[in-house]
């Protein structure tokens, strides 16, 4: 399909029902993945009835008790029990969220549905939908993690739900013929295959693993060839770099996707990257690190993905060339499979199929939109390329002015009593038995532990004071490199010489799931909160875990 035809064509999609605008309104007042968010619906039941508890301002003293009751029940069957601080910190996500909701550009539903797909350029599907993929579920289950609310895309939504167990190609922008090569040729064959190809949208390994996987639309036809999705950091207005365009517009054209958890106008700022690899390896039944430097974010990809229960492959490469350091390390430390051929797709992949459609006659039926692809406002020029000169502007500015409802609009999504609550004083004495998950993964006695800080906890309050010590912003890389910085023993001397000669600690390595983890369950007990992309100590914290 050509470019003329590409703009002008339309698909019939399924309506955006109030679950998922809700999802999609509650995803604009958040800044990232939010766990406190995520335990809110979880209480609430669904997350209709979550805005609208959020929404309702005037409803004083028994709106903020149902709200905690909802918080303390989502945090329950999250397997955590909410203390004080975990309260505190929920009570300041909510004032957060509130004033977000305030900035919403318009209160009307149909201004609202066109705002969140970018003048129809766009979808938006949640849980509800057939072309949900629901491995993304196991972020919750298995990690101490928010799933998205909802995805937004371009393209052909059914491409996610095109294969049930996805093949993840991931690994570095600068990468060699070596690595394209492993890339490339392992897509192929796994799209010869059916299955569906999961990758980044990026320079090097990922454009190669998208390549690969269309290449095979001409060989075998769309009927057999497996579909490819590039997962992005941030709204799909923003997607880059400028030079794929291209790809992205053929993934378009050839039944795959482009898609994000993140609303329209977000800027993909270099947190967002990480947080957009726990979705590439949550859609994902294996992952290939196809070539990857020692500080690659494929590697992060790969963890998230061990973390997950996921099989990841790496591809050897030269012990000379720095650029296959990452995968040798996973190789050495049993952290991932050696590939041993780029051919034999059936050793990595399940086995081979048509890919799957999902008919629209499965959907709900209420009336369908009409999404049309427009490129004029599905990119915008000169996007980053590299994560970590992303801005650091706020997440979902909207382009049109804000304005308060009118006083004779209809509400957005009218209040309503939430039945089936629970006794928040139940959850909060510490006579309950619900086990508390630590960020290692190993269950202890919340009722003991809850109200102190974990030695991981410790850790991690400890680096984010030495970046404040230092005059460093506290972001997730910063904390992540001070954590696995090794730090001096002893006491203090003044000589630069005595300093060289101090012995150092062994540092265990840290790598950013784990981190995120421990931060999220942090964020959960009220510990510690996340503003504008920076870790601060709540306080009450301030005065433990001094030792540096």
């Known amino acids: 399909m050509n470019d003329t035809a590409l703009a002008s064509s339309t698909t019939r999609l399924p309506s955006i029902d109030d679950d998922t605008l809700a999802r999609a309104i509650l995803t604009f007042c958040i800044d990232s993945a939010d766990a406190l968010l995520f335990a809110t619906i979880k209480g609430a039941g669904d997350a209709t009835t979550a805005l609208r508890l959020i929404a309702d301002e005037q409803g004083g003293t028994a709106n903020r008790n149902r709200l905690d009751e909802v918080f303390a029940a989502g945090t329950a069957k999250w397997g955590r ?37 970018a003048t129809g350029s766009q979808w938006i599907i949640g849980p509800a939908s057939p072309f949900w993929p629901t491995q993304l579920d196991d972020l919750s289950i298995r990690k101490d993690w928010a799933s998205p609310l909802c995805l937004w895309g371009i393209g052909d939504p059914a491409a996610l739900t095109s294969c049930p167990q996805p093949l993840a190609v991931v690994g570095s922008r600068g990468a060699d013929d070596y690595g394209r090569y492993v890339a490339k040729t392992v897509a192929k064959k796994a799209a010869e295959q059916g299955h569906l190809v999961v990758s980044g949208g990026a320079f090097g390994i990922d454009a190669a693993a998208h390549w690969g996987a269309l290449d095979t639309m001409s060989g075998i036809g769309e009927e057999q060839s497996g579909r490819t999705v590039a997962v992005f950091a941030g709204g799909l207005n923003h997607i880059g770099p400028e030079r794929n365009q291209p790809l992205f517009e053929r993934i378009k054209a050839n039944g795959g996707a482009l898609v994000s958890e993140l609303c329209p106008d977000t800027i993909p700022e270099a947190r967002r990257f990480l947080l957009r690899n726990r979705i590439i390896a949550a859609l994902a039944s294996s992952v290939v690190v196809a070539q990857a430097r020692s500080r690659s974010g494929a590697l992060n990809t790969a963890n998230w993905a061990a973390e997950l229960g996921r099989q990841v492959y790496a591809a050897p490469g030269n012990i000379n060339i720095p650029g296959n350091t990452g995968c040798n390390w996973l190789i050495r430390d049993q952290r991932a499979i050696i590939l041993t051929s780029v051919n034999a797709i059936e050793d990595i992949c399940h086995e081979g199929h048509a890919p799957q459609t999902t008919p629209l006659s499965d959907q709900s039926s209420s009336p369908n939109i009409e999404i049309t692809d427009n490129p004029s406002t599905s990119t915008t020029t000169n996007p980053p390329t590299d994560p970590m000169e992303e801005s650091d502007e706020y997440s979902c500015k909207p382009q049109r002015p804000l304005h308060h409802r009118d006083s004779d609009t209809t509400p957005l999504i009218a209040s309503a009593p939430l039945p089936g609550t629970t006794d928040i004083s139940q959850l909060s004495k510490g006579n309950d038995t619900t086990g508390n998950a630590t960020s290692n993964g190993t269950v202890t006695d919340s009722s003991s532990k809850a109200s102190e800080p974990t030695a991981v906890q410790q850790e991690v309050l400890t680096a984010i004071r030495r970046c404040s010590r230092q005059g460093v912003a506290a972001t997730h890389e910063a904390i992540l490199a001070t954590l696995n910085t090794p730090r001096p023993t002893g006491k203090s001397r003044s000589t630069t010489q005595n300093r060289a000669n101090r012995p150092t600690t062994q540092t265990r390595q840290w790598d950013i799931g784990k981190l995120e983890s421990a931060l999220g369950e942090m964020e959960l007990y009220g510990i510690v909160r996340l503003q504008s992309g920076t870790v601060r100590i709540i306080s009450g914290k301030r005065n433990k875990a001094h030792s540096s």
């Open 81 to 117: 029990k909410v203390n004080a601080r975990g309260m505190a910190s929920f009570h300041h996500g909510l004032e957060r969220w509130r004033e977000r909701l305030r900035q919403l550009p318009s209160g009307d539903e149909k201004e609202l549905k066109d705002y969140f797909t």
